[in-house]
């Protein structure tokens, strides 16, 4: 997978379909970017870096050193030393300097992949990896960093990460490190982001890539609803199934870059990392920064290959949860049911009423504890409410338990009201700014979990409710961003660390969760799908998707977020009509078809919607429990997006052996005499023959090449917001 050529001192990776290839020269040895793309067989061609054209390497012209360094395809950029595009690392050395500029000094190839120290990041599990370590320095500020590239040959993905070391005698302050920088020719791209809002996360949004810098990113102290810590470059035109795409996804949950730059010279510099801003860690003589992962992957075949590597990568290779191969228990949600409005006699009736309908765990949301009648106070008092949970906490876990249902509960664990026994107890422990008001949102501080006792503190209260009753299932919150940053535990000198020190105390909670709690299922949420990243999905094996459980803009929410991330991973809930966010009223079996795209579950009063709703949810179980398997694990096709056509909506899964597939069908606009619609499947074997059982439709039996070349009829269905579930398996 990793061969390095002497003479030509070029680095090349394989994959099963792509080659990425660096190169080492000159006598100062820069490391530079020589080729990612398709495969391909040589591994001389160091010419693709233009050393031979103007104006050269610096020996053969130091005259120019300047605009070599400029234009120069690097993998490891400097600052302020010649190269003005976006530099990969910038410090303040011992005498105040920015400066910096790394090359190379020697590599090694390994087999396997190591963990990174305290942060989430992929492992080979029963595949082959192979890793390259690529140390570089700067001897005139006694600087090191090793840039780190592991091959996942089967699913076409390349992972690189940066440990930075101060061999200095003295400290220096790291202000910036990009986990992945990188050169290419620009040719005819575009970017792909994940943009949105809350209740409106990740919606795909391509633009053209102007001159200069063209950047998103998070300074919210999580990934957030407004950026997806991922961005892809994709030829002009690409669809599903055309086009050259490169992806890029950051395994962080903290403030990030995601940058293409287009230079004078119409090259782009590709960039990913901790967002600079808001960032200044303090290394000691001797101390290390390691720097998150950076996924990559290429696919010369449109976004859907790029989408199918990613699910298969973070199913098989980031995902660590013993859930993340099995079904979940189908759960009801009371939040959208009762809010703040509840208590045990009320959550029986929920329970008891879900049972009987086939639902398989009660999930106790917001409002249980301290003296939490709205979101007004009491975050950090993780004591029951006995006022509304009468009887107590394990009381209520058992009977319902006893109803023949599991239980689960809510916590938001980073979080202080300023109204609540900790807050009055410990003001020192909130995120704040000596000397200014913090601004409250939801009225609610964040917690300094710099400091080590307030981690304590957290964990502590979290692992005491969990062991006061039968409890397996949490949903772990975050509703409100960063701002203030300011600690009142970090000294002067550190200040600039809070950002991430706080991300990598939010993993060490996590990682002490899900090892005294191994059995627990953890979904993580963050005022919907604030935080829908592939760090959180290193301890978790689902994400809450989005507090927008609307059907037709789960439409858009899901099909942003499964571009990279697996279905397995996407919390979707069927919830009450008029929608609570949108106003607008779907048909019950259409929020049933779209929710199986995700986990699926429950999120009303089911003793309070209609017979008819209640009547249909057997049924919605049993079809959840028959294609989950399939959704789960299978390969992901995007037929059709209403984003783009403003109609409807069509998404295939096909199981790994391709012997069946699942297709959800949504028309949101119901259309005036038009001919039915002819659907061009996707993934199947051509020589397969498979039976097609669409609802309402006669049973008809074709062939895999029929099915994806001349197609399928739908008939137009009748009405707005319709769904249909097609099953195709083989005879
Ligand atoms: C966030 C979550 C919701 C719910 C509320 C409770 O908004 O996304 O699902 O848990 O908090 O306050």
Redesign the pocket.
């Known amino acids: 997978m990793i061969t390095y050529n002497r003479e030509k001192r070029i680095f090349k990776l394989d994959t099963a379909n792509t080659t990425y290839m660096m190169g080492v020269v000159d006598d100062e040895k820069f490391l530079g970017h020589v080729y990612y793309g398709d495969r391909i067989s040589d591994d001389g061609v160091d010419y693709l870096m233009r050393i031979y054209e103007m104006p050269y390497v610096p020996t053969q012209n130091p005259r120019d050193r300047g605009s070599f360094l400029d234009t120069f395809p690097t993998e490891f950029a400097g600052s302020y030393l010649g190269d003005y595009r976006e530099g990969s690392i910038r410090v303040r050395d011992k005498f105040g300097h920015e400066a910096v500029q790394m090359t190379y000094r020697s590599h090694e190839i390994m087999s396997g992949k190591s963990a990174l120290k305290g942060l989430p990041s992929t492992f080979p599990g029963d595949e082959g990896v192979e890793t390259l370590a690529i140390t570089m320095a700067d001897d005139s500020i006694g600087l090191e960093a090793v840039l780190y590239y592991s091959v996942f040959e089967k699913e076409d993905c390349i992972v690189r990460s940066v440990t930075v070391k101060n061999n200095d005698d003295a400290p220096i302050h790291l202000t910036k490190i990009m986990s992945m920088t990188m050169d290419m020719d620009s040719e005819d791209f575009e970017l792909l982001t994940l943009h949105g809002s809350w209740a409106r996360e990740r919606q795909i949004d391509i633009r053209p890539l102007g001159y200069g810098k063209n950047s998103v990113g998070s300074l919210r102290g999580e990934s957030s609803h407004q950026e997806n810590p991922f961005m892809a470059v994709v030829d002009k035109g690409t669809t599903q199934d055309r086009g050259r795409v490169y992806g890029f996804s950051f395994v962080y949950s903290g403030n990030f870059i995601a940058q293409a730059e287009k230079t004078q010279f119409d090259s782009l510099r590709l960039s990913m990392g901790i967002h600079p801003d808001c960032f200044d860690f303090k290394l000691e003589t001797g101390d290390s920064f390691v720097a998150p992962e950076v996924v990559m992957t290429y696919s010369n075949a449109g976004l859907g290959k790029m989408t199918r590597n990613y699910h298969d990568m973070y199913r098989q290779h980031l995902i660590r949860s013993p859930y993340k191969n099995r079904k979940r228990p189908v759960l009801i949600n009371n ?1 959208e049911a009762t809010y703040f409005d509840f208590d045990t006699d009320k959550l029986l009736d929920i329970a008891r009423e879900a049972k009987s309908v086939g639902i398989e765990m009660l999930v106790m ?2 409002g249980w504890f301290g003296r939490r009648l709205d ?1 007004n106070s009491s975050l950090g008092d993780w004591y029951v409410n006995e006022e509304k949970i009468k009887g107590g906490l394990k009381y209520l876990v058992d009977e319902v338990n006893k109803i023949g249902l599991k239980f689960g509960i ?1 916590m938001e664990p980073e979080m202080v009201s300023p109204d609540s026994d900790l807050y009055r107890a410990h003001p020192d422990w909130a995120i704040a700014l000596p000397n200014r008001t913090p601004s409250r949102s939801r009225n609610q501080f964040v917690l300094d979990l710099s400091r080590p006792e307030v981690v304590e503190y957290v964990y502590g209260c979290i692992s005491s409710v969990l062991k006061s009753a039968n409890i397996e299932y949490l ?1 772990w ?1 975050m ?1 409100r961003q960063i701002c203030d940053p300011g600690s009142l535990y970090l000294g002067k000198e550190n200040q600039g660390e809070l950002c991430h020190r706080f991300v990598m105390a939010v993993y060490e909670l996590q990682e002490r969760l899900i090892t005294d709690f191994p059995e627990l299922l953890l979904e993580n ?1 963050s ?2 799908g604030g935080r829908f990243d592939p760090g959180m999905l290193y301890y978790s094996p689902q994400i ?1 998707c989005s ?1 927008d459980t609307d059907a037709i803009e789960r439409l858009k929410i899901q099909e942003g977020t499964a571009l990279v991330y697996p279905l397995s991973t996407m919390g979707a809930h069927v919830s009450d009509c008029p929608n609570h966010i949108t106003g607008r009223v779907t048909p019950f079996k259409t929020r049933g078809d779209v929710a199986l795209l995700g986990t699926f579950g429950y999120e009303l009063d089911v003793t309070k919607i209609s017979k008819d709703e209640v009547d249909q949810i057997p049924a919605q179980i049993e079809t959840y429990h028959k294609y989950n398997d399939l959704v789960r694990e299978g390969d992901y096709y995007r037929l059709a997006s209403f984003r783009e056509n403003h109609s409807f909506d069509c998404v295939q899964i096909v199981s790994k052996d391709k012997s069946e597939a699942l297709i959800v069908f949504v028309q949101v606009h119901g259309r005036p005499n038009c001919h039915s619609r002819n659907l061009r499947l996707d993934g199947l074997d051509p020589e397969k023959i498979y039976k097609v059982e669409a609802e309402n439709e006669e049973i008809i039996t074709l062939h895999g090449d029929t099915l994806m070349k001349a197609g399928l009829m739908i008939a137009n269905p009748w009405g707005d917001n319709v769904s249909i579930l097609i099953h195709v398996h083989q005879v």
Do not use: A, E, F, L
Request: glycine share 16%; hydrophobic share 25%; proline share 0%.
């Open positions: 939040w949301d917001d979101d809510w949903k919150d509703n949420c005022g919907g809450w507090d």
